[in-house]
């Protein structure tokens, strides 16, 4: 059993994180800036903001891993960065008498190659909006590529380009840093698998200093 602390918990992502881990007998605290909005029974939930380091630092405080599902909602996409940032410097503040735990963050597509050779976010069609939103999880990604896993053990999950409510299958595939598609050109994963596969990743450690996707 993992002791998990979940930042995002309330988000679409975030919720069914929150159930597969619990479903899986992990230990897991929800930390949330609203502790008035309901999040599942069986977590504990804890105040806490991911944009502050200490905050980061309390949560992270006897866990061994801390998720971040967090995303900006129609907000100023930065806050990705900065999240990243706050994670990873929450963290540092901990140790020697404190371990550290790891740190798996939710993180997006369009910094995944496509098949023909652009990245997604370069893709023709593309809304303004979401390429600010893709850009700013690559410039997360990048950011956390700087940090050495001797310092602090970070993985990041990357969804298929398509990711929504569905069908919990328990497979998937998984790649590194190049989009998955199927057999009909289509790259998707249900919100439920992604939860698999994060709590997967939690239980393997199988991508450590690594960024990783998953498809059908
Ligand atoms: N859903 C998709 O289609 C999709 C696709 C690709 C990638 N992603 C990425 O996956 C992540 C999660 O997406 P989602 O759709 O689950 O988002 P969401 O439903 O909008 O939920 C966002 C979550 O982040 C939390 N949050 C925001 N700022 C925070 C802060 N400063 N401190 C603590 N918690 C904070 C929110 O908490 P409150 O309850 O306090 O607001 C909420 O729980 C995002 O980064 C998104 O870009 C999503």
């Known amino acids: 059993m993992a002791k998990i602390a979940l930042f995002g918990a309330t988000g679409s992502i975030g919720t069914l994180v929150l159930r597969e881990a619990l479903g899986r007998g992990h230990d897991v605290t929800a930390v949330v800036r609203d502790p008035a909005k309901p999040v599942d029974s069986g977590a504990e939930v804890l105040r806490g903001d991911v944009l502050d380091p200490h905050s980061v630092a ?3 405080a006897g866990r061994d891993v801390v998720v971040s599902a967090i995303g900006p909602g129609s907000g100023d ?16 503040t901990l ?4 371990p550290r735990p790891r740190v798996i963050v939710v993180g997006g597509a369009g910094s995944l190659r496509t098949p023909e050779g652009p990245l997604v976010s370069e893709a023709a069609g593309v809304a303004e909006p979401v ?6 999880h690559g ?4 950011f956390l590529r700087t940090v050495p896993v001797e310092e602090v053990r970070w993985t990041c999950l990357s969804p298929a380009a398509q990711i929504g409510p569905g ?13 998955i598609v ?9 919100a439920e698998d992604y939860a698999v596969a994060l709590v997967d990743e939690i239980e393997r450690d ?7 996707t998953i498809g059908y």
């Open 58 to 60: 309390e949560a992270a």
């Open 77 to 92: 996409p930065g806050v990705l960065v900065t999240a990243a940032k706050s994670l990873i410097g929450g963290v540092c």
């Open 95 to 98: 140790g020697p008498d404190v």
């Open 131 to 136: 390429r600010a939103l893709m850009h700013a």
């Open 139 to 142: 410039e997360a990604l990048d």
């Open 167 to 179: 069908e919990r299958t328990g497979t998937y595939r998984l790649a590194l840093d190049d989009l």
């Open 182 to 190: 199927d057999v009909d050109g289509r790259s998707h994963i249900s």
């Open 206 to 212: 199988a991508h450590p200093g690594r960024r990783f």
